[in-house]
């Protein structure tokens, strides 16, 4: 087992899950309109529709690896085209990050995880996304890639998870500060690009 590739996948999803992306944010605005605990129930939603995405991944991904191993460097490298795209969508983006609270109604907390479920279930992007990250981060020869994906996956549910309730937890303090500080959204843009490049290249030049 290589847990060096492990330690890589945590840190990795850890520094992808601080980057401002649009779940993060939804996060933080729903926390900040219905309180902390919708918040909390909101990331619950997101991260919960995740299961489905490694599902999806684990058995079609892993079926195709059994019958031909090059499918899984083809893969890889389509990862890594991907990730490289999204590094250069991020470029193109603005780096100011809005936080318009006044379009946003009011839900219950079940509402909420339910929103919050659909909308990552229904969203592609996450699919594709996993496709593209989580083969390359693989760690055992011996461990089916079922199991793999799996473990892979509760990794980055949890790490998710905990820096969404993190942030809506600390919603109002997140707020205060991104509005007072309007450089942190170029550095975190700088931040998300450097992210996605680098995995794209490790997934290149990877032997796993």
Same mark, same amino acid.
């Given at each position: 087992? &290589?847990?060096?590739?492990?330690?890589?996948?945590? !840190?990795?999803?850890?520094?992808?899950? @601080?980057?401002?992306?649009?779940?993060?944010?939804?996060?933080?605005?729903?926390?900040?309109?219905?309180?902390?605990?919708?918040? @909390?129930? %909101?990331?619950?939603?997101?991260? #919960?529709?995740?299961?489905?995405?490694?599902?999806?991944?684990?058995? $079609?991904?892993?079926?195709?690896?059994?019958?031909?191993?090059?499918?899984?460097?083809? @893969?890889?490298?389509?990862?890594?085209?991907?990730?490289?795209?999204?590094?250069?969508?991020?470029?193109? #983006?603005? #780096?100011?990050? %809005? =936080?318009?609270?006044? %379009?946003?109604? *009011?839900?219950?907390?079940?509402?909420?995880?339910?929103?919050?479920?659909?909308?990552?279930?229904?969203?592609? *992007?996450?699919?594709?996304?996993?496709?593209?990250?989580?083969? $390359?981060?693989?760690?055992?020869?011996?461990?089916?890639?079922?199991?793999?994906?799996?473990?892979? $996956?509760?990794?980055?549910?949890? !790490?998710?998870?905990?820096?969404?309730?993190?942030?809506?937890?600390?919603?109002?303090?997140?707020? *205060?500060?991104?509005?007072?500080? *309007?450089?942190?959204?170029?550095?975190?843009?700088?931040?998300?690009?450097?992210?996605?490049?680098? @995995?794209?290249?490790? =997934?290149?030049?990877? &032997? &796993?």
């Amino acid at each position: 087992m &290589n847990y060096e590739l492990i330690y890589t996948f945590v !840190i990795t999803t850890a520094a992808l899950a @601080i980057t401002p992306g649009p779940d993060i944010i939804y996060v933080l605005m729903q926390s900040v309109i219905n309180g902390k605990k919708d918040g @909390i129930a %909101t990331a619950f939603g997101l991260v #919960s529709g995740c299961i489905i995405h490694t599902s999806l991944l684990a058995f $079609g991904v892993s079926a195709l690896i059994k019958e031909n191993h090059l499918i899984l460097i083809g @893969i890889k490298v389509f990862g890594a085209l991907y990730l490289f795209y999204l590094a250069f969508n991020v470029f193109k #983006s603005a #780096s100011e990050i %809005t =936080l318009n609270v006044a %379009t946003i109604p *009011k839900k219950s907390a079940f509402a909420l995880f339910k929103q919050g479920f659909i909308m990552n279930v229904l969203n592609p *992007k996450v699919t594709i996304f996993f496709l593209a990250f989580f083969p $390359g981060f693989l760690f055992s020869e011996e461990m089916s890639p079922v199991l793999q994906f799996y473990i892979l $996956g509760f990794i980055f549910i949890l !790490i998710s998870f905990c820096v969404f309730v993190l942030t809506a937890i600390l919603s109002g303090m997140v707020s *205060k500060y991104l509005k007072a500080n *309007k450089k942190i959204g170029f550095i975190l843009k700088w931040m998300q690009i450097i992210v996605f490049i680098g @995995i794209g290249v490790y =997934l290149l030049f990877s &032997n &796993n």
